[in-house]
């Protein structure tokens, strides 16, 4: 590629930054209520998920989630001690992290679309958070989880029991009619071709705290859909 070439794309790339990073502190500049139930996510577009564990969340990388262009990204490890700083129509994020918990905090950044199909919105604890939208469609009920691990270690039977129990509080303000989304980082390892999963897992077995994990899809009726498709190397 010449150089003039390289060049140009390089300037264009962050031209096109520069412009996010202004749309972003427009639409985020300070607490928003949200838009209303009037609007309604089209589709003729495909809706998008996406998670990434921040671990702590800048502004630089808060300005870096909004260029990714996802309907709804779920933020694990944000750190924040006081997230209703960020919170607006865009933002939805958990109880801030504590003193005893500084890993904790979790966040749902929606498009501008979502943002204005927004029916409501809550958190249980600083690990899980919640959105409700209204599509074209049935309404999207997306729920985003990080569970607490100590280190590499995954957590223990009853530490896994008690970070669910809290996804399942946010999962059971689900409406009859809404479509679940779950993500998150479940810090659990799930087994190949169960009632749950698909063949592509990494891991041949479900932990201890996997099992936890896999109670709850039971019980909402739900499966690991990224474990049914053979994802990029």
């Known amino acids: 590629v010449p150089p003039d070439a390289m060049y140009t794309e390089n300037a264009g790339m962050q031209d096109a930054y520069a ?49 990714l262009g996802f309907d709804a990204l779920g933020i694990a490890e944000t750190w924040d001690k006081r997230p209703e700083k960020r919170a607006c129509a865009h933002y939805i994020c958990s109880e801030p992290a504590t003193a005893d918990d500084k890993a904790a905090g979790v966040a749902i950044m929606l498009s501008d679309r979502a943002a204005k199909a927004v029916l ?30 100590k280190g590499r270690r995954a957590p223990g039977a009853a530490a896994a029991r008690h970070c669910f129990d ?7 303000k689900a409406k009859d009619g809404d479509i679940l989304v779950w993500m998150g980082d479940m ?15 990494i891991h041949k077995e479900t932990s201890v705290a996997g099992l936890e994990m896999v109670q709850v899809l ?4 739900m499966c690991a859909a990224s474990t049914f498709k053979a994802q990029r190397k």
């Open 19 to 67: 412009a996010a990073q202004t749309r972003a502190a427009q639409t985020c500049a300070g607490p928003l209520p949200h838009p209303g139930a009037r609007a309604r996510l089209p589709i003729q577009r495909p809706f998008t998920f996406g998670t990434w564990n921040t671990q702590s969340l800048s502004v630089t990388t808060f300005l870096q989630c909004k260029t």
């Open 218 to 221: 039971r019980d909402f009726n």
């Open 120 to 149: 409501g919105s809550g958190a249980v604890g600083n690990r899980h958070c919640w959105v409700r939208l209204r599509t074209a469609g049935p309404t999207l009920f997306i729920v985003m989880s990080y569970i607490e691990c």
């Open 166 to 172: 809290k996804a399942r509080k946010c999962l059971e």
């Open 187 to 201: 810090n659990v390892r799930l087994g190949r071709d169960t009632e749950c999963t698909g063949h592509y897992t």
